[in-house]
């Protein structure tokens, strides 16, 4: 069986993908995100080629290479959420006030969030951004919804990412746990 690397990693793909797929749509209870995680599984596996050939356990080296694929998507879905949630929380909202508290209120009244994110994001970004983060799509979905590829889309949020550091640049500098505040420390936990 590991002659031909080729016929290896074939064999390898038909005995395990299901098994992989079956772990991570359990684990992520969403097919098309499960279904990027055991390519990029797989894509792991041909990066590291040398090293599975020569390992005695392949089957056990795929699964603790789907394991943390899973943990670093679970972290990166987490991770976006939370920023973008976390953009709605530091102001207060002020129906919840009492009548005095936002009269006597003399700071200046800025644009909700949402509106900062709808006003510095187009419309097809913005489209693009709830769909991904309120509509949890992984980045094939994206593509096909999109019609573009799935490259593209994650280039797509980056960028997305870049612009909104530029309208809240305060977001970016929130690495130290001292700055954050509480959701959005419970968020990086």
Excluded at 91 to 108: C, I, N, R, W
Excluded at 137 to 162: C, D, P, T
Aim: charged share 35%; aromatic share 10%.
């Amino acid at each position: 069986m590991k002659n031909n690397s080729n016929d290896f990693f074939e064999e390898l793909y038909f005995t395990y993908s299901k098994k992989l797929f079956l772990y991570a749509s359990a684990t992520l209870k969403n097919q098309e995100l499960s279904k990027d995680v055991v390519q990029d599984t797989f894509h792991e596996a041909l990066r590291h080629r040398d090293v599975l050939l020569a390992h005695t356990n392949p089957g056990g080296w795929l699964m603790n290479t789907l394991k943390n694929k899973l943990k670093e998507t679970e972290r990166a879905r987490k991770r976006d959420l939370c920023r973008f949630l976390s953009l709605e929380i530091d102001f207060p909202d002020t129906d919840d006030l009492p009548e005095a508290l936002v009269t006597s209120h003399s700071e200046p009244e800025e644009k909700p969030v949402i509106e900062k994110i709808r006003d510095t994001l187009s419309f097809e970004e913005y489209q693009f951004l709830e769909r991904f983060v309120f509509g949890q799509a992984s980045h094939l979905e994206m593509a096909n919804e999109f019609g573009i590829s799935v490259y593209a889309s994650q280039k797509r949020l980056e960028r997305i990412r870049e612009k909104l550091y530029l309208t809240f640049p305060e977001r970016k500098k929130r690495k130290s746990k001292k700055r954050m505040s509480g959701l959005t420390l419970l968020c990086h936990i």
